[in-house]
């Protein structure tokens, strides 16, 4: 078995800031095996663009220094702040209308990724990405090169980030919900290029959103992030289908698609400064037990791959 | 079969252009984001409209509202005629109908004290009076799930749900008939969205209220809305009950834009609509969707369909929609 | 308010507000501060041109007077002179902007291409054909600052009215039915304020600045006033034997007008209204 292209072990960071120490991130550990798709799925607040962040090495200057560990491909990153990994971590971003520089060539601005990072003349750089963007399905690759961002519809903006991710042929793709600025027709095409790219080039995809369906439709493992710790993780359809923490129980419960009334999750998010003790889902939690303000819960593994970080993952909820 | 409810808010081959400019010596013309529309919304139904991006319907939207004035066609509120006027004068007409931003709270002014903004749309209808205007507030405060004391605090010192809920409060005040929401739910959180969805629904009960609900996420329209009118490129293309319309969609890009939306158990179904629309400058000749359509035929690039009745409380506008199977 | 906070914790700025402060203390006790108060117009011929002392801890003029006392009087020339400018720019800049802003049309343009011709208008020149009309001095000098100061007040609201006009709380103040008077006053104006106020402390640093530099060509202050500027033309005669003479006026120049600017650069970075948000 091949070592898994990351790992990130017991991360946990935190940032003083004016009103305490924000505790975003604790404790969290996941695996991406090698060609692997995974999901990191959890409201805002729960730390996933922090996560992401901290695997591409741009954590904010005020934060304390961060523990744990993050091994990518079996080295650390964290500590030297990803330096280790340019060029070999490709970075899908959010917003395609926000991400290219409007006043230089989209393809130049790919170019110039390539230049810093990859060998090979220009000549070389230039027929690569003429490639890339046919294997992201831009219509006609050679006058794309040309243009200015403006010139492309958002839908294929987003492919240009995909392109500009690969660029360097990475090992690893993380993206950061990368159809959420999109129309839905456009983000089934957009999520399809992404599977299908996974399976032609052997990638290995960390997928950061909020939408389970998204979620579902592109990533085979899952990691349900809150409030800065991993609540549960395993098989994505084996979690959507049964899940075992109370809060992704009660998430899933407010999907429209298996909504039976508008029930929602009592309480609100914690602010990270001021993150319940012990399981910091137990305010809001209908199976609380008396321990569970008091223990910070551990993984429990449940076979197959999945764990979940509650003691009480038996109980019907109420 | 019940009978229909009054309308209560109407409209008839409504076109909005924007964008027109008038120089000196040329003039530009501008596009045209609602081309043709009738719409028709009973009293105190949730009326959905939805489409992607450039389908005309936030400008729908504001021309209902009175915002943006129409370059043709008829508005009628209550069945009064109500279009033709400038937006000043078309808002005063038509009071009854209020709009809420995606992000009501966006929509505060940050140098305001919350309390003073929502007194601010009560002194503006002509309730000038401290005390009725303290009473009214706290009513409403109570009504939309918060504390009287709020109304000290400036927006920034608010959460983003309790921002919200200002804005629908501010709204609220004016007693308003028929409440334009623009997409309620976008960027929220699932948990979030519940909880809005629930208050929308809880306020509509108590105030009688008629909702047209603007929004691109089908899933949420399927829940909350009683009838459904599909848009694209600025016209309607498919119109009905909820249920029917979902059951049985029969426009091509109804079929798309359902299939479209990721379902929690991954399985993927119906037509992928590949492509970019359009730009409203470059509006295909015949039929809107026929060169981005699975099942277009010759005739659909030379006539322009119009709405037609399928069935009980459905209508369609397109050419083929009796050839294509049902889904 | 938040903004102070976030000021004070600036400390280059808060460094400016301090100058400010000062000045203005200065300015409003001078009489009382200045040693010799009668310097600002009696004459003593025989101390003239002494150097520092414990006496005259600025040194004499030309005319024996104590140069001390003179720049603490001056101080308060400079303040209200720069402080009447710039209301004086403010209200007339200011409408303009609203009016431009407010509305595309003929009215936009022809406001703005108003501006941008008194932009075009050097103000040295214009104080001296100021001079030629009106009687040459103090007064002139500030006319002819405040009609070229003013188009800087009219852009600054112009873009912020124009940005304000699509915020999404001016859209939803007119889908509640507010006039285009109430939005302008009660709402655009208080939030176009800050940069207003930002563009007035630099504008006072700007003004003091340049009726110096009036009053050192001769157009601006006459003597026997206190002005700096002219202070400073007065000794270039007596250069560079009496150093003190021209120093402590432009030091007091210098200070002046880094402490305005200094304080305008906080104020802008504390009127952010993105740090102004994130409060919480």
Redesign the interface.
Known sequence: MTAPVLQVEGLAVHLRGESGVARILDDVSLTLPRGGTLGVVG??GCGKSTLLRAILGILPRGAETPTGAILFEGRDILSDHAESARGRIGFVPQDPYLSLNPVFRAGDQILEIMRRHAPGSRRDHRDRLVELFRAVQLPDPEAALRKYPHQF????RQRLLIAAALACDPALVVADEPT?AL???????I??LLRSLVTERGLSLLFVT?????L??VCTEVAVLYAGRVAEAGP??AV??APRHPYTR???A??????TD????PG?VPAATAQPPGCRFHPRCPVVHSGCAVEVPTMVALGAGRAVACPWHEAALA | MRPPLPEILGASDLVVELGGRRGLLRRRAGVRAVDGVDISIAEGETFGIVG??GCGKTTLARAL?G?QRETAGDVRLQGRRVSGLD??AA??VR?AV??V?Q??G???????RVGATLA??LA??GVTDRTDQRARIAEILAAVGLDAAMAEHYP??L?G?QQRRI?LA??LL?RPKIVILDEPTA?L???????V??LL?DLRARFGLTYVFIS?????V??VCDRVAVMYLGRIVEQGSTATLFAEPRHPYTR??I????????R?SGP???G?PPSLRAIPLGCRFHPRCAAAADTCARREPVLEQSGAAHAVACLRWRDLDAA | MTALRLLLRDRVAAFGGLIVLFALVVAIFAPWIAPYPDDAFESHIMQRLRPPSAAFPFGTDNLGRDILSRVILGTRNALLVAVAVVLAAMAIGVPIGLAAGWREGWLSETLMRVTDVFLAVPQLILALALGQLIAPGIGAAMVALALTYWPFFARTVFAETRRLRSA??V??????????A?ILLL?VL??AAPAVLVRATIGMGFTILTAAILGFLGVGAAPPSPDWGLAVSEARQHLPEAWWFPTFPGLAILLLVLGFNLLGDGLRDAAD?RL??S??
């Open positions: 409201e805002s519809s958002g839908g294929q959420t129309d839905v027709t456009t983000q089934r095409e999520l399809a909020h939408d389970f369906g998204v579902a439709s994505t359809r959507l289908d009660l998430l899933l407010c999907h429209p698609d298996r909504a508008l029930a929602g999750i609100t | 992607e991006s509202l915002l937006p000043r808002r005063h009071e209020q709009y931003h992000d009501p966006a929509a505060l002014d940050p140098w305001w601010e749309g503006i209808h920034h010192e959460s749900g804005g501010r709204i004016l960027g959180d699932l948990s979030v969205q519940a909880a969805l629930r629904r691109h996420d089908l899933s949420v399927r829940r798309a834009l299939a479209a939306a990721p379902h929690l158990d991954g993927e992928s609509l590949p970019d | 999404l709380f859209d939803a103040l007119a889908g509640i039915g507010a006039s285009p109430r709402h208080p939030n209204p102004r948000r409060r919480r």
